[in-house]
């Protein structure tokens, strides 16, 4: 088949899940056209049966905001001609979505089908999709899309609570492709960073305010106190600083890496003994995913879909949105002793395994031949 997906390029989850379905459909023999405004981070290779669409967006001295959306329908229309589309599937419903409908238009008049299915990430519909600005435009492109996916229960659910949608709306998940992760993690790594063995604590996000990332740093200093740890952050965004200061005025710069933003996660991960997750909200959590691949148990909050992901006592612990208190507490019952932390990890790898690309991919594909022949 020949697929059209648009997605956000930038770090974040549904750009991540976006990219990985491309090339792992690629693989399978499809041709994917990616439409985006830039190349997405993790396709900055040359990959056979992929291929890449930049959205130009022409500025002018009258527009106060460029009119985004208008240049990616147009390449949509562009590429869904020229490149004999069967279909888009877009990532992200705004403005995404709209999109897809309005170019879905344009192509009719000229003989042209371009079904499109539409994947909810989460802050389109929890955070930014409710909003009364978008609200109207979005529950019409939801419901015109030939096929709606949420990467959740909770997303779904969610959904049909804020928005009127008479599509059903199918639950896929979140995936990670197994045989990517490191089984064991590199010792001059992990020495390079706990050079006394300490035990190392993890938390990968874009540092939005939805990631909490405040209660990361105070999670770990209440634990602290009681075994000898270093926390790794990985990523940046807006609250970066914050967490910067707050490590001066605790005086724990030393004991805190941070990082910055990394193309792949997945050697810095292997070395890490806890990954947390304090989020005020997350549809699926692939950062927790990510986390029990590598066989790094998860200590979350239990919003959104992460219940869906952490199993609670298995693969790590959930606490409600700030209790650092109690984060601090499961995390210290993880670690305390050897043999706990390894089953711990093994069962966060073995659980992991439920949501590989193997098992998803053929999801999305049936989706596709599905509206492909209606
Ligand atoms: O979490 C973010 O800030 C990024 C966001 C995105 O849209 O890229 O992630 C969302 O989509 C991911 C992939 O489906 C989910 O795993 C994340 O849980 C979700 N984030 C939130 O719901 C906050």
Redesign the pocket.
């Known amino acids: 088949m020949n697929i059209g997906i648009v997605c956000?390029p930038?770090?974040?989850?549904?750009?991540?899940?976006a990219t990985e379905l491309g090339k792992a459909l690629a693989e399978k023999g499809h041709h994917v056209h990616f439409i985006t405004y830039k190349m997405p981070f993790r396709l900055d290779t040359i990959i056979p049966n992929v291929y890449y669409h930049e959205v130009l967006i022409s500025d002018y001295d009258l527009f106060d905001y460029a009119p985004y959306e208008l240049s990616l329908t147009n390449k949509m229309v562009d590429v869904a001609l020229h490149e004999n589309l069967d279909l888009m599937h877009v990532?992200?419903a705004i403005p995404h979505a709209s999109a897809a409908y309005t170019a879905k238009q344009i192509l009719a008049e000229s003989g042209k089908s371009l079904p499109y299915i539409t994947?909810l990430?989460?802050?389109?519909i929890?955070?930014i999709g409710k909003d009364p600005s978008y609200k109207e435009v979005i529950t019409f492109a939801l419901n015109q899309s030939d096929r709606i996916t949420a990467?959740?229960e909770s997303?779904r659910k969610d959904t049909l609570m804020h928005f009127v949608v008479k599509k059903d709306i199918q639950v896929v998940p979140?995936f990670i492709c197994a045989e990517n992760y490191i089984e064991n993690p590199n010792g001059s790594l992990r020495s390079t960073y706990a050079p006394n063995n300490e035990k190392i604590i993890m938390h990968v996000?874009?540092f939005?305010e939805?990631?909490r990332v405040e209660d990361v740093l105070k999670t770990f200093l209440i634990l602290r106190k009681e075994i000898s740890a270093r926390l790794i952050l990985v990523g940046d965004g807006p609250d970066r600083h914050k967490i910067e200061e707050l490590c001066r005025e605790e005086g724990c710069e030393d004991d805190v890496v941070l990082l910055g933003k990394l193309t792949q996660t997945i050697s810095i991960r292997s070395i890490a003994d806890l990954f947390l997750l304090p989020?005020?909200?997350?549809?699926?959590?692939?950062?927790?995913?990510e986390a029990c691949a590598s066989g790094v148990p998860v200590i979350s909050t239990n919003t959104?879909?992460?219940p869906e992901v952490n199993i609670h006592g298995e693969t790590g612990f959930l606490s409600d949105v700030g209790d650092v208190d109690d984060m601090a507490k499961n995390a210290l019952t993880i670690l305390k002793d050897e043999e706990t932390l390894k089953a711990f990890k093994d069962r966060a790898r073995e659980h992991s395994r439920k949501f590989d690309i193997d098992k998803v991919l053929p999801l999305y594909e049936k989706l596709y031949e599905e509206v492909v022949k209606s």
């Open positions: 956000y930038t770090f974040g989850g549904s750009g991540v899940v990532h992200y994947t990430h989460g802050t389109d929890t955070l990467v959740s997303l979140n996000s874009n939005r939805v990631k989020s005020q909200t997350e549809s699926f959590g692939l950062a927790a995913l959104g879909g992460l």
